[in-house]
Nanobody, 118 residues
Framework: QVQLVESGGGLVQAGDSLRLSCAAS????????MAWFRQAPGKERDLVATISSAGTKLYTDSVKGRFTISRDNAKNTVYLQMNSLKPEDTAVYSC????????????WGQGTQVTVSS
């Protein structure tokens, strides 16, 4: 079983930065692809960024150049550095884990609220 705990959300102004963290309780963190998703009120949950075991990163177009996903396998932690935040980035951000070779993200954190005021 994998448990994920996010932290780092909050209320900021447009243009500010935040760093989200997601700590995983898992035996071999490096066996998992990690991702950040977000869900705004009244909208579906969307993929924001992913990072593979080897460190390959993918981003949704709306955050490219502003957000950076990273991982520290020694600390079992994945991060999302968010710069130049916009009001449209307001959402609940959740991290997720998918064991290598599995088709879906089966493990989810509880989410952390990010609110960006204009």
């Amino acid at each position: 079983q994998v448990q994920l705990v996010e932290s780092g959300g909050g209320l900021v102004q447009a243009g500010d930065s935040l760093r989200l963290s997601c700590a995983a309780s898992v035996r071999t963190f490096s066996d998992y692809r990690m991702a950040w998703f977000r869900q705004a009120p009244g909208k579906e949950r969307d993929l924001v960024a992913t990072i593979s075991s080897a460190g390959t990163k993918l981003y949704t177009d709306s955050v490219k150049g502003r957000f950076t996903i990273s991982r520290d396998n020694a600390k079992n932690t994945v991060y999302l550095q968010m710069n130049s935040l916009k009001p449209e980035d307001t959402a609940v951000y959740s991290c997720a884990a998918r064991r290598n070779g599995e088709p879906k993200y089966n493990y989810w954190g509880q989410g952390t609220q990010v609110t960006v005021s204009s």
